[in-house]
């Protein structure tokens, strides 16, 4: 059976219209019927849902779907049936669809949490963790402390983003070790990694996604733990107040959950490599 769930998560191709109001079936009605149609979109991002060669969707979010279908399947002998919609390219018109769906729709990506956001959909539990990566073209001095930041980097710029929690942490910094730092705007987050590490002379904040992607394509980067720091993980979105959460919440478990099996490693593994899976679990 779990080769038949498989095997639907990846042939099902792109249906519906991109303005249509997004609904999938409720959890209350998939116990009722044992069987369910959920409606899956995503914002696409190298790593966690991409298309392969094939046009097929791949990436860890979408290895952790087909567990989920698979968990379902086996613990509660409900069959999901799974229907990916083209997704919005404009991320505010993404996030303003999900909003108004209904049912079992969910949202795969990288998408922080924050109580702001919940106060508008509903989040899974954390799927995986982040960190802000404090990094550098490999030919930069190591740094040992951050509190030596304008010495070990003197001379050296920051990029950052505007209006982002990114800008915020280069701010504090700038504020508090490093008075005469010179702050260079970029338009987008892709931005603040190319323009960093194209330039030796400068240094940048960014998700571990970004440099997870850079370590698995071979680029000169270099990580610096020294100014590093847990932020807000990462969850799949639901229309608020959606029952599917209550599932959800059973196999993200925090004690037991899908992400303490040696199977979700695996995923990271598979997406991430090993040396970034290592940092991002410690």
């Known amino acids: 059976m779990r080769k038949i769930l498989l095997s ?38 190298p790593r966690f849902v991409f298309k392969n060669a094939e046009g097929k969707l791949e990436g860890i979010c979408i290895d952790i779907l087909k567990e989920f279908a698979s968990y379902i399947q086996k613990t509660k002998g409900i069959k999901i049936k799974v229907n ?23 949202a795969l990506g990288p998408f922080t949490i924050t109580d702001e956001r919940k106060k508008e959909m509903t989040f899974t539990p954390p799927y995986i963790k982040n960190r802000s990566i404090l990094i550098t073209n490999n030919a930069a001095p190591d740094l040992g402390t951050l509190g030596n930041i304008s010495n070990t980097f003197a001379g050296m710029k920051a990029y950052a983003l505007r209006n982002s929690t990114q800008e915020t942490e280069i701010l504090e ?26 330039d030796p ?46 599932i ?20 990271l593994e598979k997406h991430l ?6 940092i991002l679990l410690k």
């Not at 733990?225 to 979105?237: M, V």
């Open 273 to 278: 490599g090993f040396t970034a899976t290592q």
């Open 84 to 106: 990916i919609q083209k997704p919005a390219n404009d991320f505010g018109l993404f996030l303003k669809n999900i909003k108004a769906s209904k049912g079992g729709v969910f």
């Open 201 to 246: 002379k400068s240094f940048t904040k960014n998700d571990f996604l970004y440099y997870a992607d850079a370590l698995q394509t071979g680029q000169p980067i270099k990580r610096h733990p020294a100014g590093e720091n847990n932020t807000n993980p990462y969850g799949f979105i639901m229309p608020k107040g959606s029952d599917w959460i209550v």
């Open 248 to 267: 959800w919440n059973e196999f993200l478990n925090d004690s037991n959950g899908f992400t303490t099996k040696p199977e979700y490693r695996k995923i």
């Open 8 to 45: 639907i998560l990846l042939i099902c191709g792109f249906s519906g219209s991109l303005w249509a109001q997004l609904q999938g079936d409720s959890w209350a009605n998939a116990q009722k019927n044992k069987e369910a149609t959920i409606i899956i979109t995503y914002f696409e991002t």
């Open 173 to 198: 910094i700038k504020n508090n070790y490093y008075p005469n730092l010179e702050i260079v705007y970029v338009n987008n987050a892709d931005d603040l990694l190319a323009k960093t590490l194209q």
